[in-house]
């Protein structure tokens, strides 16, 4: 096996982890846009609000699987792939921050409710950013582990670089 072609197949399976990460988070919007935008008609006060959220909120998160699933690159060069797989490991490790400022943001809501003209409005909300702040860190969390784990493979094929007075090769065991 080439080292192009030892590339190549860990870019296709990072591609995978991507990929599959974004059909989870795609399942999970299109379920909720549709329940959230059957019993946000069907319930009122506090519910009614709750699942608008979740709806509304998904809508976002459909874009973002989507876009994810398509926007893959498959870097050419063994810097190409580093970058690519250090770029998908500090986007993660920001989302989960950004996850937790939305469970946060849930609580504040749900505090704010208590002196509100709004209060089951904002009750409704707060548990909907709740629920899907704590949905988005546990999906964050699970695939930057799982980049993290198939980026470890980087180390090998980075190891296995081996430099001569004759140029660059790369020694691959079988």
Request: glycine share 10%; no cysteine.
């Amino acid at each position: 096996m080439s080292g192009d072609s030892v590339l190549q197949t860990f870019n296709a399976e990072r591609i995978s982890i991507q990929q599959t990460g974004m059909q989870v988070l795609g399942s999970w919007a299109l379920a909720n846009i549709i329940i959230g935008g059957i019993n946000s008609t069907q319930t009122h006060g506090e519910s009614s609000a709750f699942w608008q959220m979740n709806a509304g909120w998904n809508i976002v998160n459909a874009s973002i699987a989507g876009f994810g699933y398509f926007a893959q690159s498959m870097p050419t060069t063994l810097s190409g792939t580093i970058a690519e797989q250090h770029s998908i490991e500090t986007l993660l490790a920001v989302n989960a921050g950004l996850d937790l400022a939305y469970i946060v943001g849930g609580f504040y809501l749900r505090e704010k409710a208590k002196t509100s003209d709004q209060e089951t409005r904002l009750r409704g909300f707060g548990n909907a950013i709740i629920l899907q702040g704590a949905f988005l860190l546990l999906f964050d969390a699970a695939l930057y582990a799982a980049n993290a784990h198939h980026g470890k493979q980087l180390q090998s094929i980075i190891q296995s670089i081996s430099f001569t007075s004759n140029g660059i090769g790369m020694n691959i065991s079988f």
